[in-house]
């Protein structure tokens, strides 16, 4: 089985490795140095998220659908194709948008779907298939090996991008992304090796149930408890998720940071969250769930504002004591509103909740993203200062992040239910991860 583990972190890897480039060296150069609406790139980098609610037909559509014997890896490999081909093509989008927009828009339509499409084909497909494999009673074993993997994997290819572009060159660049898919695809190859045994029956075994949107919704819109908490999640992860298309072009701005500078930025942000994580998991059922959930939001929220300090003093040392905050912050919030996540789940209709928080966790993305990119180009416009435009964002999270800690102390788990069934905390680690 450790084979097997292995496998499927090498298939976890290789998507994460091609949504680095994207989220960071290509947002960067196509905001600061093409000039290209942060809007923009935010509405594109967001197309994962518009089309997560794919998903559940997905899943359902290839429990129903096997290729030569075969339920899951067909469209593992589809989507990891999809996934290369997005990164191969979007740096030349980038650079097309600035010669043609008209051109450019739509072919980063076409790039970034590719992208968007792919990560969810292959997403759901390769974390049934560790459901299957694993079973019950290894599935805890199975996620934690992916979701460690995945989580170096991000820091090693961040870190490799950031000297592949040293010094800065648009063919630097190109190079460095056709590396990482080729990378990617070959990892991902070696993982379905021999992976997935072909069914010998077209019997449909599945173990959940799945749901549509608006049962999710009506889980959470039924429940006053459920619905505070969902508009937490939304204030909370819209703040922490959504400096991710804007950070980078943020060092730039400020201090002048190189390609390569602003690159390591992920890869410092990522090594404190690992930390935090590790360290939320050792106070798991030492400290209230509720107590490390809320010194990771005002962590983050500290983050934020020594970020907004650096900007106005222009000092390289506060915007990184500013970006380790936010790291530990958003890795100790992270693992422990999961567990109050799970404390909201009604035994017997796990499915549905995890469902329902799973959306919220996207729309919560998109949101961010979008939010931070308009506000950013809307500032920037009346001030003439692409500076005020970043620092009103991060106030703005700040603030964000500020209601939410609040709403946190409002939220009575035991009026929500009397008992949940609660994973593993390597199984929390995974969701978040996702």
Known sequence: MLRKRIQLGLIHVAVAMTLVPINSTLNRVMIKELAISATLVALLASLPYLFSPIQVAIGSYSDRHPIFGLRRTPYILAG????????????????????????????????????????????????????????????????ATMWFMMIVSIIGTAIGISRMVDPYTPAAMIRAFEIVGASALALGLLGLLWLEPRSKTDSIQTHAEAYTVKQMMSAILDNPVAKLFFIYLLLLLAALLGQ????????????????????????????????????????????????????????????????????????????????????????????ANLSLMFDLTVAGNVGLYIGAWGFSNAMSRLTGSLLGGIVRDGVTQVTDQALSGYMVVFGIEALMLAIAAVILGRIDVSAFKQKAIEPSFVEKVALAAE
Request: a negative charge.
């Open 80 to 143: 990891l194709i999809l996934c290369v081909i997005g990164v191969l093509g979007s740096p030349q989008v980038a650079f097309l948008m600035s010669d043609n927009f008209g051109l450019g828009i739509l072919a980063g339509i076409g790039a970034f779907g590719a992208w968007g499409m792919g990560y969810n084909l292959s997403s759901v497909s390769y974390l049934s298939l560790a459901s299957e494999l694993s079973g019950e009673d290894g599935r805890g074993k199975t996620i």
């Open 244 to 335: 991710d298309v804007l950070l980078e072009p943020f060092g730039a701005e400020a201090f002048g940071m190189t390609v390569t500078e602003t690159t390591r930025i992920t890869s410092l942000w990522g090594t404190f969250v690992l930390v935090a994580i590790i360290i939320a998991g050792l106070l798991e059922g030492r400290v209230s769930k509720r107590i490390v959930a809320q010194a990771g939001n005002l962590g983050a929220l500290a983050g934020f504002i020594v970020i907004v300090v650096s900007g106005f003093s222009r000092s390289l040392g506060i915007f990184y004591t500013g970006v380790t905050l936010l790291g530990i912050g958003t890795g100790l919030s992270t693992v």
